[in-house]
């Protein structure tokens, strides 16, 4: 299967994350695009820089929620064969961000994260804290 959707900064995708190793995040979930897309780091890359958002809030420092109510990011689970998903719940986890292959995952573009909102870049910020 290949990756389905348009993939652009700030997409949200529904992709496996299997096989996990230790306390990385793992299973069937949605995640951020942080990266412009694919990263052309070879011609037919499908590698793209995401950010893993889970449903189970643990309050850890860096986690980032999900908008709610009129910021709320809406979601058509259906792509996914996830119809219950209608907006992205939860939160982003930063600290587990990571380069996956969307392509080799059968990632699925089920909605889109304004780069501008507040959400994106409060995520986008604490990977920069993170790596710098």
């Known amino acids: 299967m290949s ?15 299997l096989p ?6 793992a299973g069937y979930r949605a995640a951020i695009v942080l990266s ?3 990263i052309r780091s070879f011609s037919s890359s499908k590698l793209a820089f995401i950010i893993p958002i889970t ?7 860096f986690e980032v929620p999900a908008p709610t ?15 219950e998903i209608s907006v ?17 995952r059968n990632a699925i573009v089920i909605g889109r994260a304004d780069p501008g909102s507040t959400f994106y870049i409060r995520v ?6 993170i790596l710098a």
């Open 3 to 17: 990756v389905q959707g348009e993939v652009v900064r700030g997409s949200i995708v529904w992709l496996k994350l």
């Open 20 to 25: 996990k190793v230790g306390n990385e995040q």
């Open 36 to 38: 412009d897309g694919f």
């Open 55 to 61: 449903t189970k809030v643990k309050n850890t420092p």
């Open 69 to 83: 109510g009129v910021d709320a990011i809406s979601l058509d689970g259906q792509l996914a064969d996830r119809p």
């Open 88 to 104: 992205l719940e939860g939160v982003a986890l930063p600290d587990h961000a990571k380069s996956v292959d969307l392509h080799a």
């Open 124 to 129: 986008s910020d604490y990977v920069k804290a």
